[in-house]
Each structure stands twice: as C-alpha cells, then as structure tokens.
C-alpha cells in the first residue's frame, strides 16, 4: 500500500471543491506480446485502452460517481514502447465543469534494464458523471489552489469551447 496516497474521502457534494492530489491515478503495465504488433511495438489501440481505463479512475475517484467517456482529443504517439517494456500512466484532472469533467494523461515509456524513460502519448479526456440510470450528475469543481490548476482549468474551458463549436 501507498503510504503516500491520499486517503479516500466519500462522495462531495457538487459544490464542495475537491483537490486534484485527491484523485490523481498511477497505472504501470508491462508490454507482452499479445499487447504487440508484428514489430514489436504495443499496439496504439492497447495504449489508447489503458489511457482511458485510467482517465477513468481518476474521474470517478474526483465525482465519487460512475463516469463515462464522453470525448478523447487528438493522440499522438510520440515513440514506441517494445515487448519487455513498460508503460506508465498517471492521470489528472486538469479542469471540471457542470456534469464534466476533463483528464489529461500522461504516458511514458520506460526500459527497466537500462534504465531510460521516455514520452510516449499525452490525451486529453473528457468524462460525463453519471447516475444509475445513465443521466448526467453534476460534479465538484476542481480545487484551484495554485496558478497553475487556475491555469489548468482556464486552457480546459477554452478546450471545451473548441470542441463545441467544432461539433455544432
């Protein structure tokens, strides 16, 4: 266990802040050749499916709810991450809004034996919390206590204008 990890806190209410730390989520996967393409290389379907097994969490452990994929932004992959290797996640919730909430996930490549790190992807999720029977919940706002989560939340509002007049 995480002696580091923040404890788990019960659900907030939708107006109650909740700090970023609170659901930051860290995911390790080992690349196996099932999880590879014929070069070798993990296939970006695989990358893509853990990213939003992380993105996710994340969400859910900030609303305390269910939570859905409502969007993913533009993936671009960086670098390949080989059989033997290993992928790295961690996942943050960069703004929030009334039902909404946006994820950013960074992975990176890592080779245990030698010892190197690398970027491999970074995708910008956006999750819709959800009740029982599938309606939209609203969330907590994010905590904005430093310049950079106000920061953070503002580049993920003007994300989110992009994305719907891109739609309409």
């Known amino acids: 266990m995480n002696d580091d990890a923040p404890p788990l806190l019960p659900r907030p ?3 109650s802040p909740v700090p970023q730390r609170a659901s930051v989520t860290h995911m390790t996967e080992f690349v196996l050749p099932p999880h590879a393409n014929s070069f070798g290389n993990v296939f970006g379907g695989q990358i893509m499916a853990w990213v939003d097994i992380a993105a996710a969490i994340c969400a859910s452990r900030h609303t305390r709810l269910p939570c859905v ?4 932004d533009n993936l671009h992959f960086v670098a390949p991450v080989r059989v033997g290797e290993v992928v ?10 009334r039902t909404s909430l946006e994820i950013i996930v960074e ?3 890592e080779n245990p034996v030698k010892a190197t790190r ?13 009740d029982a029977q599938g309606k939209p919940m ?3 706002p994010l905590l904005l206590d430093t310049p950079e989560l106000v920061a953070s939340q503002k580049a993920g509002e003007t994300r989110r204008a992009s994305r719907k007049a891109a739609a309409s």
């Not at 994929?69 to 993913?72: E, G, I, K, L, S």
């Not at 996640?89 to 703004?95: I, Q, W, Y």
Request: a positive charge.
């Open 13 to 15: 209410s939708a107006a």
């Open 69 to 72: 994929t409502a969007f993913v």
């Open 88 to 97: 790295c996640l961690e996942a943050r919730v960069s703004a929030a809004f």
């Open 107 to 109: 992975v990176t490549g």
């Open 118 to 130: 690398w970027v491999c992807t970074r995708a910008v999720l956006t999750f819709v919390a959800v």
């Open 138 to 140: 609203a969330v907590p």
